[in-house]
């Protein structure tokens, strides 16, 4: 206030002064207004008048600039998340599998020697080769594309291809893919041109192809092993840029990825993907609704209702187990085999589960395959007096236990499945419990401690004398029935007849010398009506003699961020190049 008192006094004295120099100043500028220079011409240096001034331009007044709205720069950056942790992200590693959980050993970083094409279902070839024509019964001649590298920059060429086949055609190699191409070898015929030799006739090789993989030939020789697991080395439309075991995998596009015409080749929408892993169907919808992550396989039926977007999509897996028919002493018989069939009430437990979303299906491969028929993919009945009955006549001793080996997480509601089933067997008399092995690594020990281990030793492939050779020393034990979601890519009936019932797969419990070469006289016949036939009839055979216990084939519920446009892939697949952002 002290401030206002002292200055009041100057100001106030001043007032009246401005007022009156203000209008003194107003009223001169009214006396000598001077015309516009537009309606009077200015005299010449002569006094005569000068010509007229050219006229202005007349402009609309400046509107002022408005200002771009701001918008969100592209997002490069995605987070996608499965139940499971990969036990490795290297091509060719023992923790490679053919699961979804697998991706950054499979799609994202590899292009493959052959395709089924998303949109069509159609054999196609990706970016590593342009064509291929059948040579003999047994042989394929392909052209390798020019200018495909490795994320390393190593040429991919003839001698790569030839490594891939080699390897992958051997049954005891960890990431072989045997399973789907059958035993094979690479001949370079030029730089550019391989041929793919098959031990036996394999007139359907490009459409089981689609997991033939590469690896940089000079990268695989000098990597360590634990560089080997940390990273795949291929050509596809992602390169690894960071595993962490336990956390995270991470991936970044490839800038040297060769686009193809085909929807699955196209080049890489976003720029970063990291991989996260969480068991529980819940939680991982909940990143879907938070934002935290992007993509989510599995998240089931309950959650579809929850997260921004779903999309459902077959699978080609069915749900089973597989019984060790080789080496447990009661699983050997096929009453008992068949008695554990019919005490399961398969869709009752289906539809209390997953509230008649899913049907029961009887057969080791979907529906669509080569072989599968409506009678070899019939459910069994439930009946528990007939199941009791079979275990009578078979001699069924409870002494011996039938136990079930499961990874929680596999499937959604898999647990659930499983601890039922015993439930099932135990009311019928059978000795039974779940053996639930939270370790991904040596829950695939156990699956994949069959036959094909036997393959590099000497007299095997002649004798194909397995059951006598007993368990592998990887497992040494009877694995008695272990759950899978077993899948068939290719849709014939020669994936499982290879997988599940050849003596060269690490996975079968199921081999002999006559299904082994019931199985190859199939797998050698052209498509057409007389392989359907052989492939039933393989069928057939796993049906009767009951080797699986099947519960449904898969259905897939994937989750999507709000703003992600995703297709799945008529097999459970993750090809991140095809998804983007709206």
Same mark, same amino acid.
């Given at each position: 206030m002290r401030d206002w008192r002292i200055r009041i006094p100057r100001i106030m004295p001043l007032i009246p002064l401005l007022a009156l120099l203000i209008l003194a100043v107003a009223c001169g500028a009214a006396a000598t207004a001077v015309?516009?220079?537009?309606?009077?011409?200015?005299a010449s240096a002569a006094g005569a008048p000068a010509a007229p001034?050219?006229?202005?331009?007349?402009?609309?007044?400046?509107?002022?600039?408005?200002?771009?709205?701001?918008?969100?720069? *592209?997002?490069?950056?995605?987070?996608?998340?499965?139940?499971?942790?990969?036990? $490795?992200?290297? *091509?060719?590693?023992?923790? %490679?599998?053919?699961?979804?959980?697998?991706?950054? %050993?499979q799609e994202l970083t590899q292009d493959y020697m052959g395709w089924i094409d998303t949109?069509?279902?159609?054999?196609?070839?990706?970016?590593?080769?342009?064509?291929?024509?059948?040579?003999?019964?047994?042989?394929?001649?392909?052209?390798?594309?020019p200018g495909v590298k490795f994320h390393n920059g190593e040429p991919f060429n003839a001698?790569?291809?030839?490594?891939?086949?080699?390897?992958? @055609?051997?049954?005891?190699?960890?990431?072989?893919?045997?399973?789907?191409? @059958?035993?094979?070898?690479?001949?370079?015929?030029?730089?550019?041109?391989?041929?793919?030799?098959?031990?036996?006739?394999?007139?359907?090789?490009?459409?089981?192809?689609?997991?033939?993989?590469?690896?940089?030939?000079?990268?695989w020789a000098s990597a360590t092993p634990e560089q080997k697991n940390a990273t795949s080395m291929g050509f596809g439309p992602y390169k690894n840029a960071g595993y962490r075991p336990g956390v995270d995998s991470q991936f970044e596009a490839y800038d040297g990825y060769v686009v193809t015409p085909i929807y699955d080749g196209q080049k890489a929408n976003i720029r970063f993907i990291t991989h996260v892993y969480r068991a529980e169907a819940s939680v991982r919808a909940a990143m879907l609704i938070s934002g935290e992550a992007d993509w989510a396989a599995d998240i089931g039926f309950e959650e579809k209702k929850r997260v921004p977007q779903t999309k459902q999509s077959t699978t080609t897996e069915v749900y089973l187990l597989v019984l060790d028919t080789l080496w447990h002493p009661e699983l050997k018989k096929q009453k008992v085999r068949l008695a554990l069939a019919h005490a399961i009430d398969c869709q009752g437990l289906l539809d209390g589960l997953f509230k008649g979303a899913m049907k029961c299906h009887g057969a080791v491969a979907p529906p669509g395959s080569v072989g599968i028929t409506p009678e070899n993919s019939k459910p069994r009945t439930y009946d528990p007096a007939l199941a009791k009955k079979l275990l009578a006549e078979a001699g069924y001793d409870p002494k011996n236990e039938i136990n079930i080996y499961s990874r929680p997480g596999s499937n959604i509601r898999g647990l659930e499945i499983l601890e039922s089933t015993v439930t099932y067997w135990r009311a019928v008399g059978v000795t039974s419990k779940l053996n639930a092995i939270g370790d991904l690594g040596k829950a695939r020990e156990i699956?994949?401690? @069959?036959?094909?281990?036997?393959?590099?030793?000497?007299?095997?492939?002649?004798?194909?004398?397995?059951?006598?050779? @007993?368990?592998?020393?990887?497992?040494?034990?009877? $694995?008695?029935?272990?759950?899978?979601?077993?899948?068939?890519?290719?849709?014939?009936?020669?994936?499982?007849?290879?997988?599940?019932?050849?003596?060269? $797969?690490?996975?079968?419990?199921? %081999?002999?010398?006559?299904?082994?070469?019931?199985?190859d006289a199939a797998a050698a016949v052209p498509p057409g009506a007389e392989r359907t036939k052989l492939m039933t009839e393989v069928a057939d055979l796993a049906y009767n003699e009951v080797f699986f216990i099947p519960f449904f084939a898969v259905q897939m519920v994937y989750g999507l961020g709000k703003d992600v446009d995703w297709e799945p892939m008529y097999s459970p697949r993750f090809r991140g190049s095809t998804m983007k952002f709206k």
């Open positions: 015309p516009p220079a537009a309606t009077q011409a200015p001034a050219a006229q202005p331009t007349v402009t609309a007044a400046p509107k002022p600039t408005a200002v771009p709205p701001k918008t969100a720069p *592209a997002r490069n950056k995605a987070i996608v998340v499965t139940e499971a942790e990969p036990a $490795s992200v290297g *091509a060719w590693t023992q923790g %490679c599998s053919a699961e979804i959980h697998s991706l950054g %050993c949109k069509t279902t159609q054999t196609v070839l990706m970016s590593g080769f342009e064509s291929y024509e059948q040579k003999a019964p047994n042989r394929w001649r392909y052209k390798i594309r001698e790569a291809a030839k490594l891939s086949l080699d390897w992958n @055609g051997l049954g005891s190699n960890p990431g072989n893919r045997v399973n789907y191409t @059958g035993v094979t070898t690479g001949e370079v015929v030029d730089d550019l041109t391989v041929d793919v030799v098959c031990k036996l006739a394999c007139p359907i090789f490009p459409r089981t192809a689609i997991f033939n993989q590469f690896v940089a030939p000079k990268w699956q994949q401690a @069959g036959c094909g281990n036997y393959a590099k030793e000497a007299g095997y492939t002649e004798k194909w004398d397995c059951q006598e050779r @007993g368990p592998h020393s990887q497992f040494p034990a009877t $694995s008695h029935a272990y759950e899978i979601a077993t899948s068939d890519e290719y849709l014939d009936m020669q994936r499982q007849s290879q997988l599940r019932m050849g003596c060269l $797969s690490r996975s079968t419990r199921v %081999c002999t010398p006559a299904i082994q070469k019931q199985i």
